[in-house]
Each structure stands twice: as structure tokens, then as C-alpha cells.
């Protein structure tokens, strides 16, 4: 039976989901049980976060950066820059991946924000035979997560780059603010699972991958921090960050230009998010999204119903998106069209570390290093 939570716009396309009696979901009570009263924004974030800050200004004394941001262009880094650098006063090196697919506007916000800072950018560019092969080999398999090789990619570089330069820092806008709510695990899998990027890739890839930089949970969450000692961290979890206030501030000081929708700085994450996931597979992330705003007071929820009426996509031109992502990975439509209509699968279809993700969060939960976690 279909269901909507009372309370967010969660509702039962996420098959895992679970109402109490007053039908608010599993989402919301560990919001409230969970996050929030281990979230601390006021006087306690900030003991936290300036002795954090101390130590990266002094490990970084004498060299050219203190930390690494990872911009992609979109609100969360982009206010994550500004803040690091005119409130913080650290000294960040911008480092931003391109997978091939950046929007106009990412380029253009991604430019205006480090000029404007005056920041060094440092651009990591993804093979684009490899992204090519691993992309369509993600169509083919059949599973939702097909953003898994820029997400992927985008992460293994930064962190193989800290390890290369002995960059200990590396800065996220990752944040509870926009993403308190989680994507389920059946709607995103998680794109760090090496295990299930080179079986999907081996299975459906047709050359070996030349350049492209694979990571695994083990050697970024165990190896790099306890033994190297490059930690990554989210500074927006423990300052006042609100989407709309963030953005009007860019637009005044940068010129920053928004964008219609979360994640649509990469043209194919729009692609994915707005029309491939929902209308294959029935997951619309703007529930997701919209819900975290939701909880965190920054939308209300009627208007969040009323958005969800109408599709993330604009139907009159779609088919110029179909298009365009086809011939950049270098297929017809009418392939594009076939791996749309074959039967959906998921990650529990190919190998994966999924155990090893389950037992992680649940030791994270336990020594309470992480708040928010994914189901
Ligand atoms: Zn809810």
C-alpha cells in the first residue's frame, strides 16, 4: 500500500521504509532520536571546529595550502570555499575533478568563486575512454547507481593526490544541513565499493581501464587516516548553514549562479537524477532532498508535495538530454533506449562489499564517529 510520511515526503519507493503509529518514517525518528542531539552548531561546534582549525593552520605553516577543498561547483563546496577562506582563514588548495560532464554554470561558478578568493585551482581530468567504458558498462548492468564512476572517481583522485603532495586535510561539503536524509541503499548504492565497480566493469566493459583511479573503503577509511593520517572532514556540520542564505550570499559577493536542482552542476547527474532514476526505477531524489530541508526547517512541507507533482525533467526537451549523453558515450538513442527498457537490477546482483559497509556503519554508530548514516 502506498504510504507518505506525516512528517517529511519520504514515502514507499523506499521499500525499507517504516511508519509508526502517527505514520512518520524511520528517517524522520532517527533524525530526531539520532542526529540532532549529536549535531551541535552553537557554542560546542565551535570549540570543536576551531581546535580542528588550530591544528590544520599549523600543520600547513611553510607550505603553499594548509587543505584540499573538493569543489564541484555546486552550494555545499562552493560555500564550504568561501567560508574556509574568508571566515576560517585557512589557506585551501581547490581541487576539482572533471569527469567530462561539468555544466556551463559549474565552470563558470567554479571560476568566479576561486578568482574572486583568490585560490589556486587545481583541475584532476578524468580519461574520458575510461569513464566512457565504465559509464556505459554502469548502463548495461541494469542497477540504479549508475553515477557510481564520476562519484567514484572523484574521491579516489582527491584522495590519491593528499597521499602524493602529504596533504593531511581534505575538506567536504558534505553537510547534515542538506543531506540530514540519506538516498536508501537500494536507490544509491555506495560508490566507494571497489568490489562492485571493477565486477560490473568486468562484466560489461570492453578495454581494461588505463588511468583511472580506483579507492576502496578499507584504504580510505582505515589506511589513510589511522596510518597516513589525511583525514576528511565536514566543516559545514558545526557552523549555521542555510541552502538559500548561502546562495543569495554567492550570488551578491561572486556572481555565483544557482542551479535548478541539488547535484545539477554535472550534466549527466542531472540526466540521472531527473529523469533516469525516477522514470526506470520509481526513486526520485528531490524526496531526499526536499525531506532534509524539511527536517532541518529550511522548506515546508506542502510546497515540498506540491514540487513532487510535476517531474524533475522537462519533458518537452528530454529528448535532447537522450541525446546528447548517447552521443557523448558514444551510442545511438536507440541503445541509450534499450538499456531504459531492460529489466532493472540492483547491487545485490553483482559481488560487493556490502557486509563490509554494514558492519562499518554499525561500528560507527557504536563509538559514535559518525551521525546520519545511510540504510
Ligand atoms: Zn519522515
Known amino acids: 500500500m502506498y504510504q507518505v510520511c506525516s512528517n517529511c515526503v519520504m514515502d514507499t519507493t523506499d ?22 542531539p549529536n549535531w551541535h552548531v552553537g557554542e560546542r561546534g565551535g570549540v570543536m571546529l576551531a581546535s580542528q582549525l588550530d591544528r590544520i593552520r599549523k600543520n600547513g605553516r611553510g607550505k603553499d595550502f594548509d587543505c584540499i577543498i573538493g569543489m564541484s561547483g555546486g552550494i555545499d563546496s562552493s560555500y564550504l570555499t568561501y567560508v574556509a577562506k574568508e ?40 580519461d574520458w575512454e575510461d569513464m566512457k567504458d565504465l559509464q556505459l558498462a554502469y548502463f548495461k548492468s541494469g542497477v540504479p547507481h549508475i553515477d557510481t564512476p564520476q562519484d567514484h572517481a572523484f574521491f579516489a583522485t582527491m584522495y590519491k ?91 551578491t559577493k561572486f556572481g555565483w549562479q544557482p542551479y ?7 550534466r549527466f547527474t542531472r540526466f540521472y537524477e531527473s529523469y533516469w532514476l525516477p522514470e526506470k526505477f520509481g526513486f526520485d531524489t528531490r524526496r531526499v532532498q526536499y525531506s532534509s530541508l524539511i527536517l532541518t526547517g529550511q522548506m515546508d512541507r506542502r510546497e515540498a508535495l506540491e514540487k513532487l507533482q510535476s517531474p524533475a525533467y522537462d519533458p518537452e526537451t528530454i529528448h535532447h538530454d537522450m541525446e546528447f ?19 532493472n537490477k540492483s547491487y545485490t546482483d553483482y559481488k560487493s ?11 560507527m554508530k557504536l563509538l559514535r564517529l559518525e551521525i546520519g548514516g545511510k540504510r
Open 15 to 36: 521499500s525499507k521504509i517504516e511508519f509508526d503509529e502517527k505514520g512518520v518514517c524511520d528517517h524522520c525518528r532517527s533524525f530526531y532520536e539520532h542526529t540532532l
Open 87 to 126: 571566515e576560517f582563514g585557512l589557506r585551501p588548495l581547490v581541487f576539482h575533478v572533471d569527469g567530462g560532464w561539468n555544466s556551463d554554470i559549474a565552470v563558470n561558478n567554479i571560476e568566479r568563486l576561486v578568482d574572486g578568493l583568490k585560490l589556486d585551482l587545481y583541475t584532476e581530468v578524468i
Open 161 to 251: 593526490f593528499a597521499t602524493q603532495y602529504g596533504v593531511k586535510d581534505i575538506l567536504t561539503g558534505a553537510n547534515l544541513s542538506t543531506e540530514c536524509v540519506r538516498n536508501p541503499v537500494e536507490w544509491m548504492y555506495f560508490q566507494s565499493d571497489s568490489v562492485q565497480l571493477k565486477d560490473i566493469h568486468r562484466q560489461f566493459g570492453t578495454k581494461p581501464l588505463r588511468n583511472y583511479q580506483v579507492t576502496s573503503i578499507l584504504w580510505h577509511k582505515l589506511y589513510l587516516p589511522y596510518v597516513k593520517g589525511i583525514k576528511s572532514w565536514r566543516p559545514l556540520n558545526f557552523i549555521p548553514y542555510t541552502k538559500t542564505d548561502a546562495m543569495t550570499l554567492l550570488a
Open 260 to 266: 535548478p536542482q541539488k547535484h545539477f552542476e554535472s
Open 325 to 343: 549523453v548517447a552521443t557523448k558515450l558514444g551510442i545511438g538513442v536507440d541503445e541509450l533506449q534499450r538499456y531504459f527498457d531492460a529489466p
Open 353 to 363: 562489499s556490502a557486509w563490509l559497509y554494514e558492519f562499518g556503519s554499525q561500528v
